[in-house]
């Protein structure tokens, strides 16, 4: 088969994927498939969006062979193709965090407010876990740690913060994460334990990107 021009040919095949993550609630869906898979109606769920919306935006990523799907009886399962997709995800975020003005309003008007003191980088996590001088918590929804969270971690959902908090030493550190470097629950939850008498931080980022880098993860045992 003969090809004009292969350049605009490739060109192309790499504006369906551009095109694909060009929309607010498909990154929002790659960021809840990051914590592992899920069905069209629990992603719905989730996300408090019409189950056929959530169809309509799933097939539009896997024709650009971002997520995969895997049948299990009536119900199919979507998942990141694999983690070339949350890398995406980050570049996308880096530039722009680094390039629109907006996003810097953002983040100073809301996520500063809450925490704007440096977070925990993924190896000082490890260090200071190893030596038994912080408690690590996971606040997200009980579903999610069950699929995967770092070993150590402790399950805390944000809602159970505070009755939490009551029966835990408040001279030791708490650092908290949950499902990407800007998700809510954790600057909410640091804010909540700092409100609360307890020396808290944030880790760098969440749970998907600490799998991704080939750090251990944890399975809830399943009876």
């Known amino acids: 088969m003969s090809i004009r021009n292969p350049k605009q040919a490739l060109y192309e095949q790499f504006a369906i994927v551009a095109k694909a993550l060009g929309h607010p609630l498909r990154l929002e869906m790659i ?24 169809s309509q935006h799933l097939q539009a990523l896997r024709r650009a062979g971002i997520v995969s799907a895997e049948r299990d009886g ?21 530039v722009a965090e680094r390039r629109l003005a907006e996003v810097d309003r953002i983040v100073r008007g809301y996520f500063d407010a809450r925490d704007d003191m440096r977070p925990v980088t993924r190896g000082e996590l490890q260090t200071l876990m190893r030596d038994g001088l ?79 880098a080939g750090l251990p993860v944890e399975v809830a045992d399943r009876e």
């Open 31 to 54: 960021e809840h498939l990051a914590q592992g898979a899920r069905s069209v109606e629990a992603l719905a769920a989730k996300l408090g969006q019409p189950v056929a919306n959530i």
């Open 74 to 94: 009536k119900f199919v399962h979507y998942s990141l193709a694999d983690d070339s997709v949350l890398s995406a995800f980050a570049s996308v975020r880096g």
């Open 134 to 212: 912080v408690t690590l918590i996971d606040v997200r929804p009980a579903d999610e740690f069950a699929l995967g969270h770092v070993p150590g971690a402790i399950n805390v959902p944000l809602g159970e913060i505070k009755a939490w908090s009551a029966g835990t030493d408040a001279s030791k550190e708490v650092v908290a994460y949950c499902r990407g470097p800007w998700c809510v629950m954790s600057f909410e939850a640091v804010a909540a334990l700092r409100s609360l008498g307890h020396p808290a931080r944030r880790l760098e980022d969440g749970m998907p990107e600490w799998k991704a």
